[in-house]
Nanobody
Framework: QVQLVESGGGLVQPGGSLRLSCTASGTIFSIYTMGWYRQAPGKQREWVAHVNGGGTTNYGDSVKGRFTISRDNAKNAKNTLYLQMNSLKPEDTAVYYC????????WGQGTQVTVSS
């Protein structure tokens, strides 16, 4: 069974930065993509960014240029995924979820990010 555990969320002022982390553990046969989604109150879950096995990254339009996704593939890294979030805006407020292999794949429990003055 695959477990994804996110960390790094919190309260930050507009214009600030946060770095989210996600550690994957358990039996993982194949990872095609690792990514981040988010869900704001009253809204549907939204794709934020992902990185594929070859290291290619893709971003949603709302975060492009502000967020950076990266993956640590070192042997002792345990498939750790990061999301560096800069120039945060109030509309970035959401629960952020780590994901493996898309919507039909595996999900973490989420970490709350609140951007407010």
């Amino acid at each position: 069974q695959v477990q994804l555990v996110e960390s790094g969320g919190g309260l930050v002022q507009p214009g600030g930065s946060l770095r989210l982390s996600c550690t994957a553990s358990g039996t993982i046969f194949s990872i095609y993509t690792m990514g981040w989604y988010r869900q704001a109150p009253g809204k549907q879950r939204e794709w934020v960014a992902h990185v594929n096995g070859g290291g290619t990254t893709n971003y949603g339009d709302s975060v492009k240029g502000r967020f950076t996704i990266s993956r640590d593939n070192a042997k002792n890294a345990k498939n750790t995924l990061y999301l560096q979030m800069n120039s945060l805006k109030p509309e970035d407020t959401a629960v952020y979820y780590c994901n493996i292999n898309g919507p039909a794949g595996n999900w973490g429990q989420g970490t709350q990010v609140t951007v407010s003055s």
